[in-house]
């Protein structure tokens, strides 16, 4: 309880009552302004083109490595051969440092690179100076990098939800003659639903919060295309120094977090008992 009172609940509030105040941990001067910050928040083009990349990465990742995810975990709880060695080779990246990760995509994008050799030799034209330097393509490219590191793990989720699943679902199916898809769609996904609904929670979670990828490969660039939400609360709070501006950012992501979480919940019918 005490670890939980000063390492999340106290940080909580006090950021809270930061995002009230402009206050600057340099000068130790500490001044209450209301709302203020929200209101430099609704006017500042930086912060919503930081909600917009992030929207976007959001996305961009979350149902595409939702469904490639269920899709590998189905075809891992078949009988298959290797079904270990892939097993394992699907998770390991996601158990791979993060920062490791970013810095081998990063030469993969560079110039030179072998992403960028592969498009030369097929006969496309990169970007001059690398994917990671172009406007157009710096963030989709991160996209591309997230959704392979992370796939394995919620497919390890769904994995164990499939394992779990009583037989009698699948016998149910066999009895009524029902053909894969039919029994994709009306007995294993309302099965599933709970774990994709937790999926689909936890992984937009994660890609709300997406920062480390944006601070190795890009640093929010070129020309602000890859800055994120979280990267903008850091270059406000941590770099600029100005608390008060970067935790009324970080509450604003948070509401939005809550409301797409909530929306999830609901269209997923959370608390809904499942009939086969």
Same mark, same amino acid.
């Given at each position: 309880m005490?670890?939980?009172?000063?390492?999340?609940?106290?940080?909580?509030?006090?950021?809270?009552?930061?995002?009230?105040?402009?206050?600057?941990?340099?000068?130790?001067? !500490?001044?209450?302004?209301?709302?203020?910050?929200?209101?430099?928040?609704?006017?500042?083009?930086?912060?919503?083109?930081?909600v917009r990349n992030t929207v976007i990465f959001v996305a961009g990742t979350v149902p595409f490595t939702t469904v490639l995810a269920l899709g590998l975990a189905l075809l891992l709880n078949s009988r298959i051969k290797g079904k270990g060695f892939f097993r394992s080779a699907f998770f390991f990246p996601s158990i791979t440092a993060l920062v490791v990760v970013a810095l081998i995509w990063t030469s993969l994008y560079a110039r030179g690179g072998i992403l960028y050799q592969m498009v030369t030799a097929i006969g496309l034209t990169p970007p001059e100076h690398g994917f990671l330097f172009n406007t157009?393509?710096?963030?989709?490219?991160?996209?591309?990098?997230?959704?392979?590191?992370?796939?394995?793990?919620?497919? !390890?989720?769904?994995?164990?939800?499939?394992?779990?699943?009583?037989?009698?679902?699948?016998?149910?199916?066999?009895?009524?003659?029902?053909?894969?898809?039919?029994?994709?769609?009306?007995?294993?996904?309302?099965? !599933?639903?709970?774990?994709?609904?937790?999926?689909?929670?936890?992984?937009?979670?994660?890609?709300?919060?997406?920062?480390?990828?944006?601070?190795?490969?890009?640093?929010?660039?070129?020309?602000?295309?890859?800055?994120?939400?979280?990267?903008?609360?850091?270059?406000?709070? !941590?770099?600029?120094?100005?608390?008060?501006?970067?935790?009324?950012a970080a509450y604003a992501l948070f509401i939005l977090i809550a409301i797409v979480a909530i929306f999830q919940a609901r269209r997923l019918g959370f608390g809904r008992e499942i009939a086969v």
């Open positions: 005490l670890s939980f009172v000063l390492f999340w609940l106290f940080p909580l509030l006090f950021a809270l009552y930061l995002s009230f105040t402009d206050y600057s941990p340099l000068g130790g001067d !500490l001044s209450v302004t209301g709302a203020d910050n929200y209101t430099r928040l609704v006017a500042d083009g930086d912060f919503w083109r930081s157009a393509t710096a963030l989709p490219g991160i996209m591309l990098m997230d959704i392979w590191a992370a796939i394995g793990y919620y497919m !390890l989720l769904y994995l164990a939800a499939l394992q779990a699943l009583p037989q009698q679902y699948f016998e149910s199916a066999t009895l009524m003659n029902a053909s894969r898809w039919p029994t994709l769609r009306y007995v294993i996904w309302p099965a !599933l639903r709970p774990m994709t609904l937790l999926v689909l929670v936890l992984n937009t979670i994660k890609s709300f919060q997406v920062f480390v990828e944006v601070y190795v490969m890009t640093r929010g660039g070129p020309l602000g295309s890859t800055e994120t939400m979280v990267y903008f609360v850091y270059d406000k709070g !941590l770099v600029k120094f100005d608390m008060g501006y970067a935790s009324a």
